[in-house]
């Protein structure tokens, strides 16, 4: 498995929105060939991390032209850049 992990600010008083926001973009991500699963979360008030697990790196980078345009939609909410983070699986603990 390959993973992208981003963390992104955003004005609080918008939450809904970008909730919102998300459903409107769910198909579009979900179409996706390759990807796994993608969980968002508020990691603090203003704050998101969005984590999408794919099948390999190729799925990923397949995924690349995509996700940037999902992204730049996302922009409008963010009020500085993303940081984002990627790579391959080396542990795994499940229940």
Excluded: C, K
Aim: aromatic letters at 12%.
């Amino acid at each position: 498995m390959f993973y992208r992990v981003t963390n992104y600010n955003f004005d609080d008083a918008r939450y809904d929105e970008i909730i919102a926001w998300g459903e409107t973009v769910r198909a579009q991500i979900e179409g996706i060939d390759g990807l796994l699963h993608v969980d968002s979360y508020q990691s603090a008030p203003g704050e998101g991390v969005v984590v999408a697990a794919y099948e390999s790196e190729a799925a990923f980078d397949a995924a690349a032209e995509t996700v940037g345009s999902v992204l730049g939609e996302m922009g409008q909410f963010m009020t500085s850049e993303p940081h984002t983070l990627s790579g391959s699986v080396d542990m795994s603990f499940n229940r």
